[in-house]
C-alpha cells in the first residue's frame, strides 16, 4: 500500500517510487505537514519545534501553553482564523460577515483507484495503478466539512491534491479563498521558477529567491492566460537539471488561479495553488457541496528535469484521454491560417490540399472565415453556419475532395465567443457576459458568451454538432481570442460563481464533444498560448503553443512549455519566411527542427515554395513519420536555457535507453566563433552509441560528460540533430 497510517502516533505517511510524504494528526485535532522529499521509511515528526513566540496566537484549548501557535508550524491546509496570519489556503465569511474557521481532524479512507471530481478535469488511473486518501476535516461550531482529497501514483512519483467543502450547517456560508494545495517547509531556501509571458510569446522561465515577501502569480482574466501559466515550481537554491531537490504544483484548472511563495518570520516557506480569490465570493447554502479543481504534485531529489519528466507521464498517461492518446498516430497538418488568412474559397482550400497532397501531409484545417458573415474579425461569431456562398459549395462537397485527395480534413471554431454583428447577438444580446448599464468591454471586436448558462452552452453545442455532422471532420481546433473582463450573468447564476460556473460550462460542453465524437482530435487555443494548461489537455490532447510561428522564438518558448508538458501537447508548425510575427528569415531545416519537437504541421501556403523547398518538405515529413513514436514518448532533457545560452539545445531519449535524439539550434553567430559543445542526458553508462547519418560510433560516457561540438562558423541560426542508435 502506498499509503500507511500510524494509529498510535497519528502519522500518514504517503509513498511513492522515490519520494514519501507525511503529515500528523497532533494532540488537539490539527493537521501539521511534517515532511515530503526523498523516500524513507522514518518519522519526521521531531522536526516539530515549539517555543514561545511573541505575538503568535495560541488556541485556546492549549490552555496556558504559549510555546504553541500555529503561526509557527507547518500546516497541511492552513485555514484564517485559528490564529496563522499567513496567507490561508481556506478563507470563509459567515452570512453575517464574520471570517474565520476552525478545522480538525474527524476521520479519514483509503481507497484503491483515484478519486474524480464531478464536473472537472482530473488525473484518471486504473484500479491497479492509483490509491486515493481522503482526510475529513471539521468545523464544529459552523458544522463546515473539507475534505481534503489524495491522489497516489506510486510508480510516476505523483501526487493529485483537491478539495471538497461541506456545508452542513443551517446557514449559508461564503467560500472567499479556496486553494487546492500547500505545502510547508519548517527550513531550506528556495528559489521560485514561474512562467510568464504576453501574447505571442508565452511561458517565459523566471527563477528568483522566495525571500521574506509573498510572490503571487495569477490569471485575473477567466483564463489561465498567455501572462502566467499555472505551473509552480520550488527548487533548492543549488538545484540544476540534474541535481538536488525540486518540487511542482501544476493546477488542473482552465480559469483564473493564484499561486503563491512565501518565506515567512521564521525562515519556513509556503507555496499553494489554486483558484483566483479575486472575484470569487462562493455561497455554500446548506447542504451544498463545493469542489476545488485539482493540483498536480511531484517531487524529485535528481533535479529539475526528472520533476519535469514526472509531469510528462502524468499528463501522457493520465490526463490525455481518447483514441489520439495513441501519440503517433496524430496526422501531419497543415493549417490554412497563415496561407490565406480570411481570403480564400472552396478552391483556394481544394488547390492548398492538392500541393499537400503530393507532399504527404495527412490534414488539412480550414481555419477562421468559413461560417456566417466573416470575412474579418467584426462579425459572424455566434452564426455557426456554413457560408456556401463563400465556399462556393457545400461543406460535404468541399470535405469529400480533399478527402478524395488521401487528406483528412479539420476545421477551426470559436464556441465561446460571439460578435454584436451577428444574427445570434440580434437574437439574444443576454447572451453575451456584459454588466447593466454599460456599455461592454470588446477584444477583438468580440464579447463572451456566458457558458455559466446552460441554455447558452446547449445552443451553441447544437450548431457545433450540425456542423460536425455534415461531413467527415476529423479535427477541431477550438480557439478562443479574448479574456473576460464583463463578469455578470443575466441567467439565474449567483454573481459570485459566473467564472467558475463558465468554466463548468466549457468543460461539459468538451465533455459531451467527445462523447459524441470519440474519434474528433480537438486542439485547443487561445490566441495559441493563452489557455495552455492541464485542464484543457483532459479535453484536447494538444494545444497550439502560440500564435508566434518564429522558429527562433519557438525555441524559448518550447524551453518554458516543457517545464510542465511534454512534447505530444505541444502544436508546432513550419510557417513561411519572413515570419508573419516577427519578420525573421530562418532557414527550412531549421524551422522544421523546432517544429519537430511538438505535434509537427504546416502553416503556409505550398503553392509558393521552389521544388527544392517541396523537396526538403518531403524529407521532414518522412523523418518525422520515422521518429514520430521517439519524440512523442521518449524521456525530454533540456541541454541549454535559450534566454542565457548562444545555443538552444534538447534531447528525447527512450524509456530503455536505447535510442536518442539530439537537436540543437545556434541563437548567435559571431565572427570567429568558439565551438560550443553540448553536453547530451540520459544515456546507458558504458555503452556505444551510433549516429544513423554519419554511422559515426560515440562513447555515451563521453558524450554525456564533454558532449558533441556544433561548428557554426558562418550563417544565422543553423540547426544540427543527431539520431544516436545504442550498438550490442
Known sequence: MAIKFNETEKIFSIHTKNSTYQMKVDAYGFLLHLYYGRRTDGTADYLLTYADRGFSGNPYDVGQDRTYSLDALPQEFP???????????LDVKTADGVYGCDLRYA????????????????VHAGEGEAETLEIILKDEAMNLQVCLLYGILPELDVITRAVRVQNDGKDSVFLEKVQSACLDFVGGRFDLLTFYGRHAMERNMQRTAVTHVCQRIGSRRGTSSHQYNPLLLLAEQDATEEHGACYAMSFVYSGGFQGEAERDQYNQTRMMLGLCEEQFSYPLAPGSVFHAPEVIMTYSGEGLGQVSRNLHKCINRHVCRGNYKNLTSRPILVNSWEASYFHFDGQTIRNLAREAAALGVEMLVMDDGWFGKRDDDN??????????KKLGCSLKELVDDVNALGLKFGIWFEPEMINEDSALYRAHPDWALARPNRKPVRGRGQLVLDFSRKEVVDAIFDQVCDVLDQANIEYLKWDINRSICDVYTHGENSQETVLYDYML???????????????LLIEGCSGGGGRFDAGMLYYTPQIWCSDNTDAVDRTRIQYGTSFGYPVSTVGSHVSAVPNHQTGRVVSLKTRGIVAMSGTFGYELDFGRLSDAEKDEIRGQIATYKDLAGLIQNGDYHRLSNPFTDETAAWEVVSEDKDEALVFAVMLEI?????????????LAPGALYMDMETKKTYSSDI??????????????HQSFYWHLKRQA
Open 379 to 388: 462579425s459572424g461569431l455566434g452564426d455557426w453556419h456554413v457560408n456556401e
Open 703 to 716: 558524450l554525456m560528460e564533454s558532449g558533441l561540438p556544433l561548428v557554426a562558423w558562418f550563417g544565422s
Open 670 to 682: 559571431h565572427g570567429n566563433m568558439p565551438v560550443s559543445y553540448i553536453k547530451v542526458r540520459g
Open 505 to 519: 460550462g466549457l468543460y461539459d460542453f468538451l465533455e459531451r464533444l467527445i462523447n459524441r465524437y470519440p474519434n
Open 79 to 89: 485555514c484564517r482564523g485559528n490564529g496563522d496570519f499567513r496567507s490561508p489556503a
Open 107 to 122: 476521520g479519514h479512507r483509503v481507497s484503491t483507484g483515484k478519486y474524480s471530481i464531478p464536473g472537472l478535469p482530473a
